[in-house]
């Protein structure tokens, strides 16, 4: 009996986690299809974050789920045309708000997906702000989801700094200090020092 249980449960996991590497697969094919910049960026923010949550030392099961969750973070820009994100951050108040609507949008998205139900938080709440300022639903501090968190840095980070065109003309205390300039306001201060010294390889690195 107690076999027979063992076995259905390892084939329900495997079972699970092919499911869900397929519609992740799926979603990044659509992505890129899309937009080769959203592709790359989420292929950058999922290996962030991952490492991240490796130097947190997190459980396994929840890098895992931050990796996926990374690599579909952005989804919901699916639903926002071309016309609109080429011109972020340079928006109208009407395309702010649909902007805005992304983080549900994709959450929404994955809701009847096998497996994924446990990325939706993650997905959702990876705008919102250590300060309360984010969206959608104005969440603070530890309220925020922790794999939200360190995706909404990785994401923030390769967005506005590692994208941004005087990036190679940075030195590490400069991008070091556009990071901690969000400590405490944009961003959980624990995960901004773990993924400073992720980024940089180096352990070493203090505020």
């Given at each position: 009996?107690?076999s027979s249980s ?9 079972s699970n986690?092919y ?9 990044l094919d659509?992505l ?6 959203l592709y790359?960026?989420a292929?950058?923010?999922s290996n ?8 947190m030392?997190l459980?396994?099961d929840?890098?895992?789920l931050?990796r996926?969750?990374?690599l579909l973070?952005?989804?919901?820009l ?7 994100l ?7 108040r ?9 983080p ?6 994955l809701?009847s997906c096998?497996?994924?139900q446990?990325l939706?938080?993650y997905?959702?709440f990876?705008?919102?702000r ?8 104005h969440l603070?501090n530890?309220?925020?989801p922790?794999g939200?968190?360190?995706i909404?840095?990785a994401?923030y980070y390769?967005d506005?700094i590692?994208s941004s065109p005087d990036f ?5 205390a400069?991008v070091t ?6 400590s405490g306001i944009?961003?959980?201060?624990d995960?901004?020092s773990?993924?400073?010294k ?6 070493s690195?203090t505020k």
């Amino acid at each position: 009996m107690y076999s027979s249980s063992l076995f259905q449960s390892l084939y329900t996991s495997k079972s699970n986690q092919y499911k869900l590497d397929t519609i992740v697969s799926h979603f990044l094919d659509l992505l890129q299809m899309k937009s080769r910049n959203l592709y790359e960026h989420a292929i950058r923010v999922s290996n962030h974050s991952a490492a991240t949550a490796v130097y947190m030392r997190l459980p396994t099961d929840d890098i895992r789920l931050i990796r996926y969750a990374g690599l579909l973070h952005d989804i919901g820009l699916l639903c926002v045309p071309n016309s609109i994100l080429d011109k972020a951050p340079y928006l109208s108040r009407r395309e702010l708000q649909l902007y805005k609507k992304h983080p549900d949008l994709g959450a929404n998205m994955l809701e009847s997906c096998p497996g994924c139900q446990e990325l939706i938080p993650y997905i959702r709440f990876h705008h919102e702000r250590w300060d309360g300022t984010g969206f959608p639903k104005h969440l603070k501090n530890v309220n925020i989801p922790l794999g939200a968190r360190i995706i909404s840095l990785a994401s923030y980070y390769d967005d506005v700094i590692y994208s941004s065109p005087d990036f190679k003309n940075k030195s590490k205390a400069d991008v070091t200090r556009d990071i901690f300039s969000g400590s405490g306001i944009l961003f959980d201060p624990d995960v901004i020092s773990a993924f400073i010294k992720v980024i940089f390889h180096d352990t070493s690195i203090t505020k």
